[in-house]
């Protein structure tokens, strides 16, 4: 089957850090660029970041660059998100994504973040 | 940045109704790379539309997609009870940005 599934979530005071990753099975991971997407409570999607298949082309919206880092791991199947300086305005649902031929074709369950103090 | 603004904000329909959503970008979507997503409380969003206007694997064929250039449609074509969600477009060439969705009700 198919799947992603993220952790890493929590609660997490503004300024704080937290890393969260994503693990893949039943497909080969080292194909897709992968990307991040969050939700903040009751609003709609974002697109935070996303990676090449190597690695070495990444991407992130204004809003996160300098202070979230996407990495992944192909032997392991694992693609991260590295994220510091957190603020209360990122707090939301964070989930990975495969891009497909043509948009986001499976998606993870999720994992909260909540940055409060 | 290509802002997406998505139309109606709610549309409320009966089983078997017909539902027009409306997507437009503010510049071109570059190779048609507009895609459609379908959200139910609590879950994941899914893929419903790719390139426009291709189903995704294991979309009814009720659901179909038209459009090019800035403006685009999701279509449904007999409305189901199960079609009771949010749905996002997303433009996916480059930046990737989403509309603010429209939430489909049914009556």
């Known amino acids: 089957e198919v799947q992603l599934v993220e952790s890493g979530g929590g609660l997490v005071q503004p300024g704080g850090s937290l890393r969260l990753s994503c693990a893949a099975s039943g497909f080969t991971f080292s194909n897709f660029w992968m990307s991040w997407v969050r939700q903040a409570p009751g609003i709609g999607l974002e697109w935070v970041a996303n990676i090449r298949q190597d690695g070495r082309e990444k991407g992130y919206v204004d809003s996160v660059k300098g202070r979230f880092t996407i990495s992944r791991d192909n032997a392991k199947s694992s693609l991260y998100l590295q994220m510091d300086s957190l603020r209360v305005e990122d707090t939301a649902v964070y989930y990975c994504?495969?891009?497909?031929?043509?948009?986001?074709?499976?998606w993870g369950q999720g994992t909260m973040v909540t940055v409060s103090s | 940045e290509n802002v997406l603004t998505q139309s109606p904000g709610t549309l409320s329909l009966s089983p078997g109704e017909r539902a027009t959503l409306s997507c437009r970008a503010s510049?071109?979507?570059?190779?048609?790379?507009l895609a459609w997503y379908q959200q139910k409380p609590g879950q994941a969003p899914r893929l419903v539309i790719y390139g426009a206007s291709s189903r995704a694997t294991g979309i009814p064929d009720r659901f179909s997609g038209s459009g090019s250039g800035t403006d685009f449609t999701l279509t449904i074509s007999r409305l189901e009870p199960e079609d009771s969600a949010v749905y996002y477009c997303q433009q996916y060439g480059g930046w990737k940005t989403f509309g603010q969705g429209t939430t489909v009700e049914i009556k």
């Open positions: 510049q071109s979507v570059s190779n048609n790379y």
């Open positions: 994504a495969r891009e497909g031929k043509g948009g986001f074709d499976i």
